[in-house]
């Protein structure tokens, strides 16, 4: 996914993931996950037409102290 997101970025633009250790396993439809990340990068680069940063963080949340 990451190849398909940098392609999607200018060069002006870094792109950085993190996973947390301990990330609860989710079901999803992959293809739409990768499209929904892909939309959001685009989204991003389109708002930051002189360069940034696009940070994708996956993290434990149990929804009860605040952290979304």
Excluded: F
């Excluded at 996914?1 to 950085?16: A, D, F, H, K, Q």
């Excluded at 250790?21 to 992959?30: A, T």
Aim: proline share 3%; hydrophobic share 40%; aromatic share 4%.
């Amino acid at each position: 996914m990451r190849t398909m997101i940098e392609s999607s970025l200018r060069g002006n633009i870094v792109y950085n993931e993190n996973i947390d250790d301990g990330v609860w396993p989710v079901k999803v439809d992959l293809a739409e996950l990768e499209l929904a990340i892909v939309n959001i990068a685009v989204n991003a680069r389109d708002a930051m037409p002189n360069g940034g940063h696009v940070h994708v963080v996956r993290q434990r949340c149990d929804g009860k102290s605040g952290n979304w």
